[in-house]
């Protein structure tokens, strides 16, 4: 069994809890702004559950001299018996959630039934051919409001997809969804969006190619990426920070993590974008200073530097005052060269007079013509 089957295994495993555990803390959310207080317990249950069947998973697959089949087998007993509870749980909720909320409980059901269908399957004993995987039912995607910041979700599971983008939304974002990775940079070049949620295990274009080229590209290399996958290996957590992610998160994912995690990669890339904002505008003024020598200076150039609230700004308007005061001395002492050169003209003709009468050529002149007359 190679490690890149039984990561498989493991995320297959792992995908229909994280949808458990996502449309409990949905019907969570919805039955707290609903004042259903009847209907959290059996919910919180629920996720209590799935987080508890996510840790006996690690400790199923935390030995990897052991073929996943045969501890999984093993546990196989006390994972079904807690997926029965969570049947029972469910069950409980039809009778307390209104009715159209059933359709959230029917996909709860159908997470439960993934996930006892996956473990049967792969508790088998070993066969030479691949187990087959079983298909995840897919379910009509939302059109979200625009409210603040746009985020691309990149999963081929649409559970997945549904899961995150609808957490995402009640927490204020719009968002887009992507199932493999060509489609993703397909939509990223289109119309980029603030953040990308990527999955890393994907046909077409898995999420480790789908890093690579949106890093290698320079209009999308600026475009914070977080890694979202059920994979708890560390050198697929340490291949995708070197390859340029910004963060990454494991599922199933709790949602004040997801907020704070979202927060901070968005966080960053203001900063970033305020940083190179910043150099701009220094460039801007260093270009101003050498445009004053030349006697080309446009103050309306650092208009935009000079409604910075910070010491750039202060320096911008210090500099435009100072550009504004040499410009008006230049153009006065202009406006007087004129008549500045009438006045040395003068002197110097007065000059030239004065020494010419003083001459003797000049005074015997002028004895003669007095003899004369």
Not at 69 to 89: F, T
Not at 284 to 303: C, G, I, Q, S, V
Request: glycine content about 4%; hydrophobic content about 45%; proline content about 6%.
């Amino acid at each position: 069994m190679t490690d890149a089957r039984r990561q498989h295994i493991n995320h297959d495993l792992r995908t229909p809890l994280n949808h458990l555990i996502g449309y409990s803390e949905l019907l969570a959310e919805e039955a707290a702004d609903r004042s259903l207080p009847t209907a959290l317990e059996p919910l919180n249950q629920i996720r209590r559950i799935g987080k508890q069947l996510i840790t006996r998973l690690t400790e199923v697959f935390a030995d990897r001299n052991v073929p996943p089949h045969i501890p999984l087998s093993d546990a196989q007993e006390g994972l079904i018996v807690q997926v029965m509870e969570i049947n029972s749980l469910t069950g409980h909720l039809y009778r307390l959630l209104p009715d159209d909320l059933a359709p959230d409980l029917e996909k709860l059901d159908k997470a439960v039934a993934n996930f006892t269908a996956l473990v049967s399957r792969f508790s088998l004993p070993p066969s030479e051919d691949d187990v087959p995987m079983v298909g995840l039912p897919v379910f009509p995607e939302t059109d979200p409001e625009a409210l603040h910041g746009m985020l691309l979700v990149v999963d081929d599971i649409a559970d997945n997809r549904v899961v995150l983008g609808q957490l995402l939304q009640r927490q204020g974002y719009t968002i887009q969804t992507a199932e493999n990775g060509q489609k993703a940079l397909d939509m990223v070049l289109l119309n980029p969006p603030d953040l990308v949620l990527l999955d890393l295990m994907m046909p077409v274009l898995d999420g480790y190619e789908t890093l690579r080229r949106l890093k290698g590209e320079r209009r999308t290399r600026h475009i914070p990426v977080l890694i979202v996958s059920a994979l708890d290996e560390m050198n697929g957590v340490v291949r995708c920070i070197e390859a340029g992610a910004d963060d990454y998160l494991m599922k199933p994912f709790d949602p004040v993590l997801l907020r704070a995690r979202v927060n901070a990669a968005l966080e960053r890339k203001q900063m970033r974008a305020a940083e190179v904002e910043y150099l701009q505008q220094v460039a801007l003024l260093t270009h101003a200073a050498r445009t004053l020598e030349m006697d080309t200076f446009e103050p309306e150039l650092l208009a935009p530097v000079a409604a910075r609230e910070d010491a750039l700004g202060n320096l911008a308007r210090v500099f435009i005052r100072m550009a504004h005061e040499v410009y008006t001395r230049e153009v006065r002492l202009r406006e007087q060269a004129p008549v500045l050169r009438i006045a040395v003209n003068e002197d110097q003709a007065q000059a030239q007079i004065a020494s010419i009468i003083s001459t003797d050529f000049f005074m015997r002149l002028k004895q003669n013509t007095r003899r004369l007359g």
